[in-house]
């Protein structure tokens, strides 16, 4: 159904993504502080991006495959219904994640100098560790929304992989952080950060391997719908809320009306 080639670019649009936590960990041996306003502007712009291309181009091509499988009143329940449970979906994983170590909950390595030099290392040592895996398990999804994107329109997929590249580089200080600080260990932290974004392209040969042989209009648009979903609450939840924690009220806004004009303008382009 698909080319060889198609699906490498696609594959290698999610690795890229994913990945890109490593750049995190790198940035983070250069620097004292993470909250910097030019990581809120980033930030606020991922999130434009994202919201702008699942509620413009990614639910309207969802809607448009399942009322062309399922007619107009089924397909548009279809994709609402999709779209809600995306939703629903990464807000169970977020759930089932302790707050402490959930990287939506940005923890700042700072407030802990009250603390003892032990327990404040084996604490950040732990909160690194399990924010490891806590962004395994959010990139995941992420790596499925990628690929299935790419798959299906490239313009498309490497704005989303780029949406997505950019918000896991905070990601990937958030891991290499807390574990530099507790081990002194920089190859430790590097590696644990890089390993983290490596569930993106795992997420997409899942995705490939489980989903593709029955691939459908049906399957296209209640997966595309499922994507929205999942991107819309990524950037609520996670990436304006750290955009906020990072810098300035107005800065973070300011890089989602851009985030927003840049996806519309790209897609004005390509008509």
């Known amino acids: 159904m698909f080319a060889t080639q198609d699906i490498l670019f696609a594959f290698g649009l999610t690795l890229f993504a994913g990945l890109c936590t490593g750049i995190g960990s790198a940035l983070a041996f250069f620097t004292q502080k993470t909250n910097t306003k030019v990581l809120s502007v980033a930030l606020g712009f991922s999130a434009g991006v994202m919201l702008y291309v699942s509620f413009v181009e990614i639910l ?3 809607q448009d495959a399942l009322t062309a499988s399922l007619g107009n009143v089924a397909g548009a329940w279809a994709t609402v219904a999709s779209f809600f449970g995306g939703i629903g979906f990464i807000a169970l994983i977020d759930y089932f994640v302790p707050s402490e170590e959930n990287p939506h909950e940005v923890q700042k390595v700072e407030a802990m100098d009250d603390q003892c030099e032990a327990a404040r290392f084996k604490k950040l040592y732990r909160m690194g560790i399990f924010t490891a895996l806590a962004i395994g398990i959010h990139n995941f999804p992420e790596g ?4 299935t994107a790419a798959l299906t329109d490239p313009q498309l997929g490497v704005a989303i992989a780029v949406a997505i590249a950019i918000h896991n580089i905070p990601e990937g200080i958030a891991v290499s952080i807390p574990v530099f600080y507790a081990t002194g260990d920089r190859r430790l932290a590097f590696r644990l950060s890089f390993l983290s974004g490596l569930s993106e392209p795992v997420g ?10 029955f691939f459908s209009d049906t399957v296209f648009g209640v997966l595309f719908a499922g994507v929205a979903g999942i991107m819309v609450f990524i950037s609520l939840d996670e990436l304006l809320p ?6 300035e009220h107005h800065l973070s806004i300011a890089g989602v009306v851009a985030g927003m004009a840049v996806m519309a303008l ?3 382009l390509f008509i």
Do not use: D, I, N
Not at 144 to 147: C, E, H, Q, R, S
């Open 204 to 213: 997409a040969l899942v995705g490939y391997l489980l989903l593709m042989p």
């Open 144 to 147: 499925l929304a990628t690929f």
């Open 242 to 247: 750290t955009a906020k924690e990072y810098g």
């Open 60 to 62: 309207s091509k969802a």
């Open 266 to 268: 790209s897609l004005l």
